[in-house]
């Protein structure tokens, strides 16, 4: 469609005050607008074939898991990010503002097996019905490349990627403890289980450990690069929360031969206390405890790993807790002072932290320490705190603070704090007993799922060969219809009798498929990249699409999303770029979080406790215009708030005041408003368009509003004094709409049509600032003496040099502490200030 921009601001067509402006009805505005956008394409953003001047932006937001209703939360992400998207088209930008819904995971699984209805049904039951809520908020949404995650032209490039990793070695299968969830059968990724007491992030139930052959992907070989921001603008907050999850730490990897079992590799950020290493501990789950434990250790070694398995990993790690452990009767060799040092097993060390072992330090660490106390271990002081005596083992009653110089450590003594660090390593490193290295605690990404509802991970296990991917031009494997999918503990696709049977693509013989599916991050991983061309047969998505529109230039959700989604999208980008499927580092430019809209009681929205807002019945009262503008008002966007009843009735208010106020007919024999009236409202108006726009660029919805609606308050008083008709008041109607349709798009749109607008107010271009007319008539000047402040003056703006700095000097301030002094010098700094210096 084409772009007409009128270029004239449009009049009411109404010509006589005799006719009664109608009324604001946004129950007979809204629908008939969201109807004539669709039949229009308003929305369509295309690839521009040929010479198109205007810059692209993709502007993305989150995408809605169909789990039920749209619920208020939805609305206050995705309405002001619409209207900042719909800014940035008037501002001349080509701009994709596209939705879908991430179908697949156990959200809709749950909420079928709650309601006994199949996913598949219940998820496109809710796809269909939160389409239609979509469209009540009159966004811009370009509803041709809507994608969904469950449907089979999504899924089949969902498992294309599984394979091209698989095929790149970033997918692997290994044996693991894994988080478990005992209710929903299944295991989760670590960032699905929250909260001190490790419950499972979707029904709150404690997790508990459990050993499978899993799906991983190589997120950690990305570790380095996903702590790089450099080149996103990203808030500070998701920064911090991704690089403490990321989690790198600098030290050394020291090995520990040992008697009759494997070497034992320890990671530790202290390697200048190796010579006080006077015990190993392992997780009870390293794979050597079983060589390193004696007979006479066994049973106790036993029952001790069987009481770790069924404990949480926060339990475990407690600083409060005492710590327990038992000795393994295993003995290892201190590679640094050559001391047979005794093994131990503890629930303090987690098998997922470094290598699983540590070597202990007790007279420099006080977790180590109170170990050794317990159980009668030794302690050894290699560090001199500075300024005092050489520590005894025996008689410590704590820790000791390990900032000194090294003693008792061999050839090593003497070497002062600062030089140990670098001389450990190297000493280290010389022998071979160990080397300086990084340690994260980001681990990989586990990717497989003992569920239903989602991608079925694209292998075929063959006794023959082994695993095998299903050849490409087999996908999808789309999901059986008819199974048990209520959660059993078994992959339901597994208990299906003959779904997994398959022909190994390799040697023909009989073969299973792999029974689990994917995490449904693998979906919102790439869904971005989906939108550019749902329909697309040939590739996950068309080139030219990816071209032109990547990367996104802005993304808007929740927090949430900081060490969960937002690491898997980046990881997935940079190995499809390794991969050569994408291009640049990062796959969204610029991300921006929104708060959340609690209750009007300031507690979470929940049913329990009868505070939740619901939008649609919120659209049917009052309008989605009224819902959108009072959800941008209320609050700071990346704060959010507590819903207020009070508050949305002033957002009605103001809508009703503009409606009737740009539908006012000019007075009888024209326009009265006085020169100085009408130029005060030109003035506001462009104050007002310089700050919508900076806070439409800064994503401050709240004051957008509020500043609008002082511009309507001042136009209101233009028009008492005449301005109706003028100039001024046309060039100010006309802007107001345009600055207006981002929050309010059908009001603005009705209002501007009303006005003899013709092509869509959302075609027009964004008002242009005027400095000139901003400029204020009169300001204040400080007057100074010497450096002081000594008064205030109200001066026109125009004030030359030589008048400010009379009017300063015969001021009363400027009078009055120059008395008896003689005025060396006079300093203007125009606009602001005058200083007098006299002495
Ligand atoms: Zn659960
Ligand atoms: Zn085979």
């Not at 009379?806 to 010098?825: D, I, N, Y």
């Amino acid at each position: 469609m084409s772009e007409t921009r009128t270029g004239s601001p449009p009049t009411p067509r109404r010509q006589a005050s005799s006719e009664p402006a109608p009324a604001y009805d946004p129950a007979e505005i809204e629908p008939r607008w969201q109807a004539r956008w669709e039949a229009d394409g308003l929305y369509h953003a295309d690839v521009p074939e040929g010479g198109d001047p205007r810059p692209k932006h993709y502007a993305l937001t989150m995408l809605p898991y169909p789990s039920g209703d749209l619920h208020i939360g939805h609305w206050y992400a995705m309405t002001p990010s619409d209207a900042r998207a719909r800014y940035r088209r008037m501002q001349g930008a080509n701009v994709l503002f596209p939705i879908g819904f991430d179908a697949f995971g156990l959200p809709a699984e749950n909420a079928a097996i709650q309601r006994n209805v199949h996913p598949r049904e219940w998820t496109w039951r809710n796809v269909e019905r939160m389409r239609g809520q979509l469209r009540l908020m009159g966004a811009m949404f370009d509803w041709r490349r809507e994608a969904v995650s469950c449907d089979p032209s999504f899924l089949r490039w969902t498992q294309w990627f599984f394979l091209q990793f698989h095929a790149a070695g970033l997918a692997y299968r290994k044996r693991a403890a894994v988080d478990w969830c005992p209710s929903c059968n299944t295991t989760l990724a670590r960032e699905q289980v929250v909260g001190e007491d490790r419950r499972c992030e979707r029904c709150d139930t404690p997790v508990t450990r459990k050993e499978l052959e899993q799906w991983f992907f190589r997120t950690t070989r990305y570790a380095e690069e996903l702590l790089d921001f450099s080149g996103i603008d990203w808030p500070e907050r998701v920064r911090t929360l991704q690089t403490n999850w990321i989690g790198r730490s600098e030290g050394a990897r020291i090995r520990f031969p040992t008697e009759g079992g494997p070497e034992i590799e320890v990671f530790t950020t202290r390697p200048d206390t190796v010579w006080g290493a006077t015990f190993l501990v392992l997780a009870p789950e390293h794979p050597a405890v079983g060589a390193l434990t004696s007979d006479d250790r066994r049973e106790a070694v036993a029952e001790y790993v069987e009481r770790t398995a069924r404990q949480t990993d926060v339990q475990r790690e407690a600083a409060d807790r005492e710590k327990t452990g038992v000795a393994t009767g295993g003995r290892a060799v201190n590679p640094a002072s050559g001391e047979r040092v005794p093994v131990w097993i503890a629930d303090y060390v987690l098998p997922t932290y470094g290598t699983g072992a540590i070597m202990a330090v007790p007279a420099h660490d006080e977790r180590d320490f109170a170990f050794a106390r317990r159980y009668g271990l030794v302690v050894r002081p290699v560090i001199r705190p500075e300024g005092e005596e050489p520590l005894e083992g025996e008689t410590m009653t704590e820790a000791a603070p390990v900032r000194g110089e090294m003693v008792d450590s061999g050839e090593l003594s003497g070497t002062p704090a600062e030089e140990a660090y670098e001389r450990v390593c190297a000493w280290l490193e010389a022998r071979g007993a160990g080397e300086r290295a990084v340690n994260y605690r980001l681990r990989d990404w586990l990717i497989s799922r003992q569920r239903y509802w989602g991608a079925p991970i694209p292998m075929i296990h063959c006794a023959e060969c082994g695993v095998v991917p299903v050849p490409e031009s087999e996908l999808p494997v789309t999901l059986p219809d008819d199974v048990e999918w209520r959660p059993t503990g078994e992959s339901p696709l597994k208990l299906d009798p003959t779904w997994k049977r398959v022909d190994c693509p390799a040697c023909g013989g009989p073969a299973e498929r792999d029974t689990d599916t994917m995490d449904t991050f693998m979906d919102s991983s790439w869904y971005h990249l989906r939108y550019l061309s749902p329909g697309y047969d040939d590739g996950p998505f068309d080139a030219a699409e990816y071209r032109y529109w990547m990367p996104v230039d802005t993304y808007t959700g929740g927090i949430e999303h900081a060490t969960m989604h937002l690491i898997y999208t980046r990881f997935f980008h940079k190995a499809c770029r390794d991969l050569g499927v994408v291009q640049g580092d990062e796959p969204m430019l610029q991300l921006r979080n929104q708060g959340i809209v609690l209750g009007a009681d300031s507690e979470k929205m929940s049913k329990s406790r009868g505070n939740v807002v619901a939008p649609d019945e919120l659209v049917a009262e009052y309008g989605a215009d009224t819902v959108r503008a009072y959800l941008m008002f209320f609050g700071r966007w990346e704060q959010g708030g507590p819903w207020s009843p009070d508050g949305i009735e002033g957002a009605v208010r103001w809508l009703r005041r503009v409606w009737s106020m740009l539908l006012d007919a000019p007075a009888e024999g024209g326009p009265t408003a006085s020169p100085e009236s009408l130029r005060a409202l030109r003035r506001k108006l462009h104050q007002t368009i310089r700050q919508v726009t900076d806070d439409f660029e800064r994503f401050q919805f709240n004051t957008v509003v509020s500043a609008l609606m002082e511009l309507a308050n001042e136009m209101a008083k233009a028009a008492g004094e005449g301005a109706v008709g003028s100039e001024e008041w046309s060039e100010a109607a006309s802007a107001y709409l345009r600055l207006l349709a981002p929050v309010a798009p059908h009001l603005a749109e009705e209002l501007w049509h009303l006005r003899g607008g013709e092509a869509s107010v959302h075609l027009q271009r964004w008002p242009a600032f005027d400095e000139e007319a901003a400029a204020e008539d009169e300001l204040t000047l400080v007057v100074q003496v010497n450096g002081k402040v000594r008064d205030r003056l109200t001066v026109p703006a125009g004030v030359s040099r030589d008048e400010a700095e009379e009017q300063a000097l015969a001021s009363e301030g400027g009078r009055k502490f120059t008395e008896g002094l003689t005025v060396r010098k006079v300093i203007y700094v125009p606009g602001r200030l005058v200083n007098i210096v006299a002495s």
